[in-house]
């Protein structure tokens, strides 16, 4: 995935779902520019998304930078980030933690 923007914990990321767009602020990048672990900014619930360019953009930068994730997302192992990144077909790229 080519990208000018690296994502980062706070940032706001909008997602376009039919003719709505919803803000959710990312508590933990998991995998660079790929999978995050966001809080829904209407509901306050965490959700896992698969970064898509076509639905997913960025908002806001630094929204809110002190946001935390409710669970230790990272301590599900790299190889289930492993498997999700051939499920979605993701070439070998950075991993990060917290970007």
């Known amino acids: 995935?080519?990208?000018?923007?690296?994502?980062?914990?706070g940032?706001?990321?909008g997602?376009?779902?039919?003719?709505?767009?919803y803000g959710y602020v990312i508590a933990q990048v998991i995998r660079y520019?790929?999978?995050?672990?966001?809080?829904?900014?209407?509901?306050?619930?965490?959700?896992?998304?698969?970064?898509?360019s076509d639905y997913h953009f960025l908002m806001c930068p630094e929204f809110d930078?002190?946001?935390r994730p409710d669970i230790d997302v990272i301590s599900m192992g790299s190889e289930f980030y492993d498997v999700l990144d051939?499920?979605?077909?993701?070439?070998?790229?950075?991993?990060?933690?917290?970007w």
């Open 33 to 52: 520019n790929r999978f995050f672990y966001c809080k829904d900014v209407l509901t306050g619930e965490f959700h896992f998304i698969v970064f898509d």
């Open 65 to 67: 930078p002190n946001v």
């Open 11 to 13: 940032d706001l990321l």
């Open 15 to 21: 997602v376009k779902q039919n003719e709505h767009v």
């Open 1 to 9: 995935m080519s990208m000018n923007f690296i994502f980062k914990r």
């Open 86 to 98: 051939r499920l979605f077909d993701f070439s070998e790229e950075e991993s990060s933690t917290d």
